[in-house]
């Protein structure tokens, strides 16, 4: 007997063309706890390489906000799926900070994003449902389990799922975290398929630990001199790796557990590009779990050297360079058993088990 299962059939994104490289940071001036770094910023800027395996990451032009971002990624996705526009039963935009402007540091919701994506997009059906989903940077794997959910229900057949993000734009100057953060924009069309095998989306967990909340949030410029007002991303580096590592493995094996699928079924990992040696040390973890002591090669594909942690657009991103084989070494063929995770503000983690 046939059953519904929700199936990506069109992945788009869009990467700034404004490369930012180390030397972007060279003038900073850096503050840990109110002083300044007694350290030159060369070494501070190759240290945090080292530790994060960034090199460069992309910021938005002036002239654009979060939004459009998201419409240029949608515009692909629906040009990839090859439907018509006015067929999407809902629209789900993921993001954490709405529309900033330059040099305002204010956020603007309202409209929703994925209202003025629909907007942009000149859809006119009433009945395609535009809203936002804020859940830090694992938003759009939490927007893609929201759609299943309205696919699996029967309410909609297609769902556009976009993550995009403006982290340039709420990033203080003088915090060296904020070389980790750049923008960017991904996004995926989902729709309804019958099946009589498993396919699609097949199984996925996620969890909240509020009480670790403060590891990632907002607050005021390292520099005690700054006094504008203005609040800015603020996230313990530390406790933070030392919390995905402990954490995200064990939801990944809660996801896989439940799909049936073993972990060497997996041909791919799609997880968050925050941090190139964390992710590497969740996946150690993640196989110790099953009692394995390798990880196997070309499993996880990596941009954030050249992309940096553009938090909510990573992973849909990441999925559409990896189809379209912009991403060496990395090919994706059907019947493939793969795993998007992601772990950020909230504290939240998630993770969906996929068969392409």
């Known amino acids: 007997m046939n059953k519904l299962y929700s199936v990506i059939t069109g992945t788009g994104s869009y990467i700034p063309q404004n490369v930012i490289s180390g030397q972007h940071f060279i003038n900073n001036s850096f503050f840990d706890n ?3 770094l007694d350290k030159g910023n060369e070494e501070i800027i190759n240290k945090f390489s080292e530790i994060t395996e960034i090199v460069e990451r992309r910021y938005i032009d002036d002239n654009l906000v979060n939004y459009q971002m998201g419409v240029f990624a949608a515009q692909s996705a629906i040009s990839n799926a090859g439907i018509d526009k006015e067929s999407l039963d809902h629209i789900i935009f993921c993001h954490n900070f709405g529309d900033v402007k330059l040099g305002s540091n204010r956020m603007d919701i309202l409209p929703s994003l994925a209202a003025k994506v629909k907007h942009e997009l000149k859809i ?3 009945d395609c449902v535009a809203y936002d989903i804020i859940f830090g940077c694992p938003g759009w794997v939490q927007g893609m389990i929201q759609a299943d959910y309205l696919i699996r229900s029967g309410d909609a057949k297609k769902v556009l799922v976009i993550g995009a993000e403006t982290l340039s734009r709420i990033v203080d100057q003088h915090d060296r975290d904020s070389m980790i953060f750049s923008d960017g924009a991904g ?5 309804a398929r019958a099946s009589e095998t498993p396919i699609g989306i097949i199984a996925h967990k996620a969890q909240t630990y509020a009480d670790y909340a403060s590891l990632l949030t907002m607050g005021c410029s390292n ?4 006094k504008n007002g203005n609040t800015y991303i603020k996230m313990n580096g530390r406790k933070l790796y ?3 590592v402990s954490t995200v493995p064990k939801v990944v094996k809660m996801a896989l557990d439940k799909s049936g699928i073993s972990i060497e079924q997996i041909k791919t990992v799609f997880i968050h590009q925050a941090n190139g040696k964390m992710d590497n040390a969740i996946m150690k973890r993640l196989f110790k779990l099953y009692g394995l002591d ?7 594909p990596m941009t ?3 992309l940096g942690n553009s938090s909510v657009a990573t992973v849909p991103t990441l999925i559409d360079l990896v189809l379209n084989g912009k991403v060496e070494g990395y090919k994706v063929e059907k019947g493939d058993y793969a795993i998007f995770a992601s772990v950020g503000a909230g504290m939240h983690i998630n993770a969906i088990v996929y068969r392409f």
């Open 294 to 300: 390798t990880v196997p090669e070309n499993l996880v």
């Open 187 to 191: 996004a995926t069309i989902l729709e």
């Open 242 to 244: 030392e919390f995905a």
């Open 34 to 36: 109110g002083t300044k």
């Open 124 to 126: 006119e059906n009433p």
């Open 223 to 226: 520099n005690p001199e700054e």
């Open 304 to 306: 954030i050297s050249w």
